[in-house]
């Protein structure tokens, strides 16, 4: 299959999940999903209530010079894997809440 053909099968189902009405997709399983989501995010807030960096000491007694700290840059990409994580997440839980469209049709 050519790069061409490729690229507009590609631009059409874009161009489909665009024009997609999303108000009627409805979930079969909302409370599984629900369920499953709220066990993670328990889970999550235990980790980081009751358990401690081991890597910072506070209180070593050696400021760090402005010159060595990270900048905005630095931490905006440290937080990227973390925010793909959660994207994947959310995902999982979409398709384990079932979605289905009650009737679909193609207009054109």
Do not use: Y
């Not at 399983?29 to 890597?55: D, E, P």
């Not at 400021?63 to 994207?87: D, N, Q």
């Amino acid at each position: 299959m050519p790069f061409n053909e490729l690229s507009e099968l590609f631009r059409s189902k874009v161009s489909e999940f665009a024009h997609t009405d999303l108000v009627q997709v409805h979930f079969s399983q909302t409370a599984w999903a629900l369920g499953i989501g709220l066990f993670i995010v328990s889970m999550l807030a235990l980790k980081l209530l009751f358990s401690r960096n081991r890597n910072a000491r506070a209180h070593s007694g050696h400021p760090l010079p402005p010159a060595f700290r990270e900048g905005a840059l630095v931490k905006a990409l440290r937080m990227l894997p973390k925010c793909i994580v959660a994207a994947g997440a959310l995902f999982c839980l979409l398709a384990l809440a079932k979605p289905f469209l009650p009737k679909a049709e193609k207009l054109e």
